[in-house]
């Protein structure tokens, strides 16, 4: 079964910015899309991002124009840069396929202090 890895997030002040990166234990040169998600203290997990095979990218309202997603084959890896960072926007971030195929990993927290 695949693996994801999800790195980068920490506590950050509102304003700021952070870079998530996820790598997979395996190749993602033929996934379809990939996506970032998010879950807050009592929310469901969310879709953030997304990107497919051909570089199109989408974004949920709530990120639109602040964060960006992007990929690198080579390394199996996908990034989300945060910027201009929001209270709304803590919680644990996690990449996945979209829709979500393989097992979650342990995600990566991002807290963002008002």
């Known amino acids: 079964q695949v693996q994801v890895v999800e790195s980068g997030g920490g506590l950050v002040q509102a304003g700021g910015s952070l870079r998530l990166s996820c790598t997979a234990s395996?190749?993602?040169?033929?996934?379809?899309?990939m996506g970032w998600y998010r879950q807050a203290p009592g929310k469901q997990r969310e879709l953030v991002a997304s990107?497919?095979?051909?570089?199109?990218?989408n974004y949920a309202d709530s990120v639109k124009g602040r964060f960006t997603i992007s990929g690198d084959n080579a390394k199996n890896s996908v990034y989300l840069e945060m910027n201009s960072l929001k209270p709304e926007d803590t919680a644990v971030y996690y990449c996945?396929?979209?829709?979500?195929?393989?097992?979650w990993g342990q995600g990566t927290q991002v807290t963002v202090s008002s």
């Open positions: 996945n396929t979209r829709p979500s195929l393989w097992d």
């Open positions: 395996r190749s993602i040169f033929r996934v379809n899309a």
């Open positions: 990107i497919t095979s051909g570089g199109s990218t």
